[in-house]
């Protein structure tokens, strides 16, 4: 049965770090393109970041860039989000989903599978 399980969310002061981990099983993650994606209380879903399934090529939006940072371990079956500098407006639940596509998407509607999400609320 095929499982995508985000942990590391929590509470964190503006400023602070986190990362969130995706640990998936059920599936090779070798073979798959990977996506972050967050949704904020009375907003759309949005693309916080991506990498593609072979060559690492990764994406950011442009609100995290150079402040978020997706990696991931085949070996581990794992996908991880490092968040430095965050700020409150960065406050959602965080999801991590999969596509057997070589190329990562901006857009949800391209992965087929989705973890249940982990909540950040960034606040002082």
């Known amino acids: 049965q095929l499982q995508l399980v985000e942990s590391g969310g929590g509470l964190v002061q503006p400023g602070g770090s986190l990362r969130l981990s995706c640990a998936a099983s059920?599936?090779?993650?070798?073979?798959?393109?990977i996506g972050w994606f967050r949704q904020a209380p009375g907003k759309e879903r949005e693309v916080v970041s991506c990498?593609?399934?072979?060559?690492?090529?990764?994406y950011y939006a442009d609100s995290v860039k150079g402040r978020f940072t997706i990696s991931r371990d085949n070996a581990k079956s794992t996908v991880y989000l490092q968040m430095n500098s965050l700020k409150p407006e960065d406050t959602a639940v965080y999801y991590c989903?999969?596509?057997?596509?070589?190329?990562?998407?901006?857009?949800?509607?391209?992965?087929?599978?989705w973890g249940q999400g982990t909540q950040v609320t960034v606040s002082s």
């Open positions: 989903a999969v596509t057997p596509r070589s190329y990562c998407s901006l857009y949800d509607v391209m992965y087929d599978y």
């Open positions: 059920g599936l090779t993650l070798d073979y798959y393109a």
């Open positions: 990498i593609n399934r072979s060559e690492g090529t990764t």
